[in-house]
C-alpha cells in the first residue's frame, strides 16, 4: 500500500477547520490530527496545574512541567471518533469549554510549547496519508504538504457558530462575549512572533460563509483528488 499524500488545514477560529479536516479524513480513510486539540489540552495541564496567578501565566513553571505531558488520540465510543488524551485522560470535552478557549492563544504565543508540539505533529505527518488541521500546518509544521488549504469565513457569520456551539452544550454565554473573544484570538493568532496563522502562497483558499457542510467537503475532496489522494 502506497503512503498517502499529506493535506494540511489551516485557518481561523470557528471557520469549521476541525469539522471538515476530520470528515475528509474519513471519507479518504486518512488519519486526522486536530493540533488545535494538543494546544488545548496544554493550555487545559496549565489551568489544573495551577500556572496561572489571576490572569498572568507562571510561564517558566509551566515549561518545566511539559516533561510531563503525554498527549495522544485514541478512539472514543461516545464521540465515534479518535479524540485527544491528557496523560491517558480523554479530555474532549474539557478542552472545549469557554475557560481553556479564553487562555488557548495564549499558550499557543509561547515558543518553547509551540516548538514541544510541532515535534510531535512532525513526526506524526511523515508517514503521510494524514489530514491535520490547526494555524501554522502549511507554514511551519508541513510546509511541504501535497494539499494546502486555508479556511475562512465572514468574521460574523463566525461568532454566530460560535455562540450556537457553545449555547448547545449549556453554557451561558452572550454573543458580545464570543464577538470578543474571536476577535482577540484573530490578533493573537496573526500577531505573534512565532509562526504566526498565515495563508501561505500555494494554500487554495475555501471560503465557507456561504457554504454548506457537504458542499466545504465535496470540494476539499475534489482538491484531494486533484492532488494524489
Excluded: C
Aim: avoid cysteine.
Amino acid at each position: 500500500m502506497s503512503q498517502g499524500i499529506r493535506i494540511a488545514v489551516d485557518g481561523y477560529s470557528s471557520t469549521g477547520k476541525s469539522t471538515m479536516a476530520r470528515e475528509l479524513a474519513s471519507i479518504l480513510n486518512y488519519r486526522y490530527i486536530d493540533t488545535g486539540a494538543m494546544y488545548r489540552a496544554v493550555t487545559l495541564w496549565s489551568i489544573k496545574g495551577d500556572f496561572w496567578q489571576r490572569d498572568e501565566l507562571k510561564q517558566s513553571a509551566l515549561l518545566d512541567s511539559l516533561s510531563k505531558v503525554k498527549l495522544d488520540f485514541q478512539y472514543s465510543e461516545k464521540h465515534q471518533q479518535a479524540v485527544i488524551h491528557l496523560n491517558g485522560k480523554n479530555v474532549e470535552d474539557e478542552i472545549r469549554g469557554a475557560a481553556v478557549a479564553s487562555k488557548v492563544s495564549i499558550l499557543a504565543q509561547i515558543s518553547a510549547v509551540r516548538k514541544f508540539l510541532v515535534a510531535q505533529q512532525q513526526e506524526i505527518a511523515a508517514a503521510g496519508s494524514v489530514v491535520m488541521d490547526g494555524r501554522d500546518i502549511a507554514s511551519v509544521v508541513i510546509p511541504n504538504a501535497e494539499l494546502k488549504i486555508f479556511m475562512t469565513a465572514d468574521p460574523e457569520i463566525r461568532t454566530q457558530r460560535r455562540f450556537e456551539e457553545l449555547k448547545s452544550k449549556g453554557q451561558d454565554i452572550d454573543i458580545e462575549s464570543v464577538r470578543a473573544n474571536l476577535a482577540e484570538r484573530d490578533h493573537l493568532d496573526t500577531s505573534r512572533k512565532d509562526s504566526p496563522l498565515v495563508q501561505t502562497e500555494d494554500a487554495l483558499v475555501l471560503d465557507n460563509s456561504k457554504l454548506s457542510r457537504e458542499q466545504q467537503l465535496e470540494l476539499a475532496k475534489s482538491w484531494a483528488i486533484e492532488r494524489g489522494a
